[in-house]
């Protein structure tokens, strides 16, 4: 299965997020899932930006809540003109089967003081969904 086969997307003030997941490694017996997880952040908007910082959570099924806001995208802080997107990837480990993930980007527009916030869509990790999908692709 491909990560394109679960991508969610969602524009906000020409700003588009495209993210799925993809269940890497499973371990039923002891409750051990990792996660990975796929974001294009393309700018279809007639100025130059650049990504900041990331506010994204996952919450499992038990309620356990997973955070990570912090500034750039491993080290980075692109810089996208018009027309271009940056791809990023990055995993996440869970003892839970079932997750949501959601949060938001940090953006930033050329000659504007501050950042907005770009809403990521919201999609779910079903360590039970993804199986089936393998077995039915």
Do not use: H
Request: net charge negative.
């Amino acid at each position: 299965m491909s990560v394109a086969d679960d991508l969610v997307s969602l524009q906000t003030d020409g700003i588009v997020v495209s993210a799925g997941p993809v269940l890497m490694e499973a371990e039923e017996a002891e409750n051990r899932y990792m996660w990975g997880y796929y974001l294009c952040i393309e700018n279809n908007t007639g100025a130059k930006i650049r990504l900041v910082g990331k506010d994204w959570n996952i919450t499992d099924d038990r309620g356990n809540r997973y955070n990570d806001s912090s500034a750039g995208f491993k080290g980075e802080l692109p810089e996208l003109e018009p027309g271009e997107y940056f791809e990023y990837t990055s995993y996440a480990p869970l003892k839970a089967q079932n997750a949501v993930f959601y949060g938001s980007c940090k953006v930033e527009s050329a000659g504007q003081n501050g950042y907005k916030n770009i809403k990521v869509p919201t999609f779910s990790l079903s360590a039970d969904r993804q199986a089936a999908n393998r077995v039915l692709n």
